[in-house]
Nanobody, 125 residues
């Protein structure tokens, strides 16, 4: 059973930064592709960023490109999403997700098998 636990959310002013973390309780973590999704109030969940384990390739949604960075530490079974230059429209619950395919690199949420419980990010002055 794969369990994902997010942390690092909070309240931040516009232009600020946060680091979200996701810890995984599964062996063979280096065989999983991982992603971050978010869901704002009244909106559908959307993909934010993903990273595979084959070659560390990354992919970002246009709305966060250049501001967010996804990374992974396979040895520790943790991965991160660094959020910079945050905007009020980034306010959402952020979820980490995992797929047991080392080559996977997309943001189709139905293709991810495992999900965390989410962490709230609020950008407001």
């Amino acid at each position: 059973q794969v369990q994902l636990v997010e942390s690092g959310g909070g309240l931040v002013q516009p232009g600020g930064s946060l680091r979200l973390s996701c810890a995984a309780s599964v062996s063979g973590w280096d065989e999983y592709a991982i992603a971050w999704f978010r869901q704002a109030p009244g909106k559908a969940r959307e993909g934010v960023a993903c990273i595979n384990s084959n070659n560390g390739g990354t992919y970002y949604a246009d709305s966060v490109k250049g501001r967010f960075t996804i990374s992974r530490d396979n040895a520790k079974g943790t991965f991160h999403l660094d959020l910079r230059n945050l905007k009020p429209e980034d306010t959402a619950i952020y979820y980490c997700a995992a797929e047991p395919d080392p080559y996977y690199l997309n943001l189709y949420e139905t293709n991810y098998d495992y999900w965390g419980q989410g962490t709230q990010v609020t950008v407001s002055s």
